[in-house]
């Protein structure tokens, strides 16, 4: 019952912080069959029944081959539940491992998202639901700072390109050792998939640096979300926030530390 307490809190701060869900909205959740979008499901279908606003959730999942044991002990589990599930399978992904098996990440995820899309429209729904967790989260925000010179993370919400769609991700306060916890609580199968394990050496790296830091600092992927709301644009390189006329002084005068580096 506390997992479940904890659990609902953080995916409630992140709903109402970043406005995810609305009154009407129809949320589809985007099933994988991991923890953590099973997760997602149920929390959201938790929330469903407390929040002040009225809104629905379904669930699909995109069969693309990569899956690594029978969906249907999921599926089962989500007649028992009486969710509203879609289950497709995506032929022009099959055929894609067929005639392609060593495609890359991006032509899957392409794939991928053509299907999404296609699914949710007839499912009537105008909100989609992620998985990402916390972890996620910290690890796109130093993989992007480290290797590819951005200061970026996934983001809490976006919109599909013609606005089509609300995208969201209600776990992003939400860490994955409350995930695997409540996925066992609630007696859910896991169905593993082929991507997963096969996380590239940047994310092992990344997930093992984490880890070992975790030990003497068991509070740091919450330090690094609240990196990622509290950025002070003006001591950083961009140039596009930087004070090079000095009409603002006032902005290092408040900081001693921002004059070290010229002592």
Known sequence: M???????RKVGEAVSRFKMIREGDRVAVALSGGKDSLTLLEALLLLQKRA?????VCAFTVEQGKFLAPFEPMAEYLKSRGVDWTYH?????????????????????????????????????????????????CESFLRNALF????????????????????????????EDVTA?????????????G?????????????TVLGGLEKDHPNLKESLLSAMGNVETGRLLDLRYLDL???????????????????
């Open 52 to 56: 002040p606003i009225d809104f629905t």
């Open 181 to 193: 916890r409540f996925a066992e609580s609630m007696g859910a199968p896991v169905i593993p998939c």
């Open 89 to 137: 399978r995506d032929n022009p992904s099959l055929r894609l491992l067929d005639e392609q098996p060593d495609h890359g990440c991006d032509m899957c995820s392409r794939f991928r998202r053509r299907a999404v899309y296609e699914i949710v429209r007839g499912l009537g729904a105008n909100v989609i639901a992620f998985g990402h967790t916390a972890d996620d989260f």
């Open 195 to 207: 991507c997963s394990q096969r996380a590239g050496e940047v994310r092992r790296t990344l997930r």
């Open 148 to 175: 590819t010179g951005r200061i970026s993370a996934l983001p809490a919400v976006t919109w599909s390109g013609k606005k089509e769609f609300r995208l969201i991700r209600p776990l992003v306060f939400v860490t």
């Open 2 to 8: 506390e997992l479940e307490k904890t659990l609902l």
């Open 245 to 263: 006329e000095g009409e603002h002084p006032e902005r290092d005068e408040r900081d001693p530390q921002a004059l070290t580096v010229l002592g």
